[in-house]
Protein backbone atom coordinates (compact mmCIF):
# COMPACT_ATOMS: atom_id res chain seq x y z
CA UNK A 1 0.00 0.00 0.00
CA UNK A 2 2.85 2.28 1.05
CA UNK A 3 4.28 1.71 -2.61
CA UNK A 4 1.54 2.47 -4.44
CA UNK A 5 0.85 5.84 -2.27
CA UNK A 6 4.49 6.76 -3.14
CA UNK A 7 3.78 5.99 -6.81
CA UNK A 8 1.26 7.84 -7.14
CA UNK A 9 2.42 10.87 -5.04
CA UNK A 10 5.40 10.68 -7.59
CA UNK A 11 2.99 10.71 -10.47
CA UNK A 12 1.44 13.56 -9.32
CA UNK A 13 4.23 15.44 -8.28
CA UNK A 14 5.78 14.81 -12.37
CA UNK A 15 2.45 16.02 -13.60
CA UNK A 16 2.69 19.18 -11.84
CA UNK A 17 6.15 20.03 -13.17
CA UNK A 18 5.24 19.18 -16.28
CA UNK A 19 2.08 21.42 -16.29
CA UNK A 20 4.32 24.24 -14.07
CA UNK A 21 6.57 24.02 -16.91
CA UNK A 22 4.26 24.39 -19.96
CA UNK A 23 3.07 27.21 -18.08
CA UNK A 24 5.97 29.47 -17.60
CA UNK A 25 6.95 28.47 -21.22
CA UNK A 26 3.59 30.00 -22.29
CA UNK A 27 4.35 32.88 -20.10
CA UNK A 28 8.02 33.40 -21.37
CA UNK A 29 7.25 33.28 -25.02
CA UNK A 30 4.46 35.90 -24.49
CA UNK A 31 6.84 38.01 -22.70
CA UNK A 32 7.11 41.79 -24.23
CA UNK A 33 10.39 42.38 -25.93
CA UNK A 34 11.51 45.12 -23.26
CA UNK A 35 11.23 42.51 -20.61
CA UNK A 36 12.43 39.47 -22.29
CA UNK A 37 16.03 40.37 -22.13
CA UNK A 38 16.10 41.70 -25.86
CA UNK A 39 18.43 45.28 -26.24
CA UNK A 40 16.35 47.84 -27.42
CA UNK A 41 17.10 49.74 -30.39
CA UNK A 42 18.59 52.82 -28.18
CA UNK A 43 21.06 50.31 -26.37
CA UNK A 44 22.13 49.19 -30.00
CA UNK A 45 22.48 52.99 -31.14
CA UNK A 46 24.67 53.37 -27.87
CA UNK A 47 27.56 50.83 -29.12
CA UNK A 48 28.32 53.00 -31.79
CA UNK A 49 28.61 56.06 -28.95
CA UNK A 50 31.05 54.22 -27.48
CA UNK A 51 32.82 53.09 -30.68
CA UNK A 52 33.33 56.98 -31.73
CA UNK A 53 34.58 57.54 -28.30
CA UNK A 54 36.99 54.84 -28.38
CA UNK A 55 38.12 56.80 -31.79
CA UNK A 56 38.59 59.68 -29.86
CA UNK A 57 41.17 58.70 -27.21
CA UNK A 58 43.42 57.87 -30.21
CA UNK A 59 44.80 54.98 -29.32
CA UNK A 60 44.36 51.84 -31.79
CA UNK A 61 44.42 49.41 -28.96
CA UNK A 62 41.36 50.81 -27.23
CA UNK A 63 39.38 50.68 -30.47
CA UNK A 64 40.09 46.80 -31.35
CA UNK A 65 39.23 46.31 -28.02
CA UNK A 66 35.74 47.00 -29.32
CA UNK A 67 35.71 44.42 -32.30
CA UNK A 68 35.24 40.33 -31.14
CA UNK A 69 38.64 38.40 -31.32
CA UNK A 70 37.42 37.25 -34.84
CA UNK A 71 36.25 40.23 -35.92
CA UNK A 72 36.28 41.30 -39.74
CA UNK A 73 36.86 45.29 -40.77
CA UNK A 74 36.35 46.40 -44.19
CA UNK A 75 37.72 49.32 -43.79
CA UNK A 76 36.59 53.10 -44.83
CA UNK A 77 39.86 53.85 -46.39
CA UNK A 78 41.72 50.97 -47.26
CA UNK A 79 40.80 47.76 -49.79
CA UNK A 80 42.19 45.78 -47.21
CA UNK A 81 40.34 43.29 -45.62
CA UNK A 82 41.21 42.82 -41.63
CA UNK A 83 39.99 39.90 -40.13
CA UNK A 84 42.32 39.94 -36.33
CA UNK A 85 43.22 42.56 -34.05
CA UNK A 86 46.53 43.10 -35.14
CA UNK A 87 45.00 44.05 -38.46
CA UNK A 88 42.24 45.91 -37.19
CA UNK A 89 44.75 47.70 -34.63
CA UNK A 90 47.13 48.26 -38.33
CA UNK A 91 44.28 49.92 -40.14
CA UNK A 92 43.09 51.83 -36.83
CA UNK A 93 47.16 52.97 -36.42
CA UNK A 94 46.80 55.19 -39.61
CA UNK A 95 42.88 55.94 -39.55
CA UNK A 96 43.19 57.48 -35.85
CA UNK A 97 46.36 59.74 -37.71
CA UNK A 98 43.43 61.67 -39.25
CA UNK A 99 41.83 62.49 -35.54
CA UNK A 100 38.46 61.11 -36.93
CA UNK A 101 35.01 62.48 -35.54
CA UNK A 102 32.34 60.09 -36.46
CA UNK A 103 28.99 61.16 -36.49
CA UNK A 104 25.45 59.49 -37.57
CA UNK A 105 23.52 60.75 -40.70
CA UNK A 106 21.29 58.17 -40.85
CA UNK A 107 20.66 54.84 -39.30
CA UNK A 108 18.45 51.61 -39.19
CA UNK A 109 18.50 49.42 -36.33
CA UNK A 110 17.44 45.59 -36.42
CA UNK A 111 17.89 43.61 -32.41
CA UNK A 112 17.90 40.01 -34.38
CA UNK A 113 18.05 38.25 -30.82
CA UNK A 114 18.97 38.53 -27.44
CA UNK A 115 22.38 38.46 -28.60
CA UNK A 116 22.82 39.87 -31.99
CA UNK A 117 21.85 43.32 -33.80
CA UNK A 118 22.61 44.81 -37.07
CA UNK A 119 22.82 48.72 -37.63
CA UNK A 120 23.53 49.95 -40.60
CA UNK A 121 22.93 53.31 -42.55
CA UNK A 122 25.70 56.59 -43.28
CA UNK A 123 27.43 58.42 -41.33
CA UNK A 124 30.41 61.04 -41.69
CA UNK A 125 33.84 61.81 -40.30
CA UNK A 126 36.10 64.73 -40.14
CA UNK A 127 39.45 63.97 -40.65
CA UNK A 128 42.43 66.24 -40.08
CA UNK A 129 45.37 65.51 -42.46
CA UNK A 130 48.14 64.48 -40.15
CA UNK A 131 50.67 66.47 -42.66
CA UNK A 132 49.15 69.19 -43.69
CA UNK A 133 46.52 70.08 -41.15
CA UNK A 134 43.67 70.37 -43.82
CA UNK A 135 40.03 69.26 -42.96
CA UNK A 136 38.09 67.08 -44.64
CA UNK A 137 34.97 65.59 -44.44
CA UNK A 138 34.45 61.10 -45.75
CA UNK A 139 30.76 60.60 -46.46
CA UNK A 140 30.64 56.24 -45.78
CA UNK A 141 27.76 53.85 -45.28
CA UNK A 142 27.72 51.29 -42.70
CA UNK A 143 27.26 48.20 -41.31
CA UNK A 144 28.21 46.91 -37.69
CA UNK A 145 27.14 43.00 -36.56
CA UNK A 146 26.84 43.20 -33.19
CA UNK A 147 26.89 39.78 -30.83
CA UNK A 148 26.63 39.70 -26.98
CA UNK A 149 29.59 37.39 -26.30
CA UNK A 150 30.25 36.72 -22.28
CA UNK A 151 27.70 39.42 -21.55
CA UNK A 152 30.03 42.32 -23.41
CA UNK A 153 28.60 43.39 -26.93
CA UNK A 154 31.43 43.28 -29.51
CA UNK A 155 31.51 44.02 -33.18
CA UNK A 156 32.34 41.38 -34.84
CA UNK A 157 31.31 42.37 -38.78
CA UNK A 158 31.99 46.27 -39.79
CA UNK A 159 31.86 47.04 -43.01
CA UNK A 160 32.25 51.00 -44.17
CA UNK A 161 32.67 51.98 -47.68
CA UNK A 162 33.09 55.96 -48.80
CA UNK A 163 30.11 57.00 -50.48
CA UNK A 164 29.46 56.66 -54.05
CA UNK A 165 28.80 59.94 -56.39
CA UNK A 166 25.54 60.19 -57.45
CA UNK A 167 22.05 58.43 -56.32
Given at each position: MQRHIRTRAATATAAALIAAGTITAGVSAATPEHQSGKPS???IAALFDGWSAALRTGDPEVV???YADDA????TLSAEIRTDRAGIVDY????LAKKPEASKVQTVINVLDNNSAI???LYEFQLTDPVTGAKSTAEARYTYEYEKRDG???IVNHHSSLLPDGD
Open positions: KKEADRVLLPMEGFDTGEWL
